[in-house]
């Protein structure tokens, strides 16, 4: 907390005027990261294409992960410290954004277009290698949204598609 403060030009004790605990800036990180994978789940239209639902929710999902690198990265890896009330209301929020791809590959293998023997499986699969992005990705590197999305798209759909 002291490090905090100093980065923000305050007296350690003083970041305490402004929240209430350690956990409440956890929750509020955490919370941040949350409402932007839903907004951008929520975004996508639910009557288009299975293909291009998921096109479009791992573009959502890239690009939250690159514009709220830290955040997002708080995400992943630090909820499970919030109490076991801020935990179930993030995973309320988890599991809101998980059932738009669970939806989304329901979808997709009920037209044919994938063959998956379990939707949870394969949604569990999908936004694992999404999330793992924020380990390897450098801002100004050689890939930028458009391209990692594509090149991710591709995969989920050959790894998803109808034989």
Excluded at 96 to 116: L, N, P, S
Excluded at 145 to 155: G, I, P, T, V
């Amino acid at each position: 907390m002291r490090d905090l403060a100093k980065a923000v030009n305050l007296q350690g004790g003083s970041l305490y005027a402004h929240i209430d605990s350690k956990e409440e800036l956890l929750f509020e990180l955490v919370n941040r990261a949350a409402d932007e994978f839903l907004a951008s789940a929520e975004a996508v239209p639910v009557d288009l294409p299975a293909r291009e639902r998921l096109a479009r929710l791992v573009r959502g999902h890239l690009e939250v992960v690159l514009r709220e690198l830290g955040s997002a990265t708080v995400f992943f890896h630090e909820w499970k410290f919030l109490s076991s009330d801020l935990q179930a209301k993030v995973k309320g929020l988890r599991d809101a954004y998980e059932a738009h791809w669970r939806r989304a590959i329901e979808d997709g293998a009920k037209r044919g277009e994938f063959q998956v023997e379990d939707v949870r499986v394969a949604t569990l699969f999908v936004l694992s290698a999404l999330n793992w992005t924020y380990q390897w990705y450098h801002p100004g590197g050689k890939l930028n949204l458009e391209a990692l999305s594509k090149q991710y798209s591709n995969l989920i759909w050959k790894a998803l598609e109808a034989r």
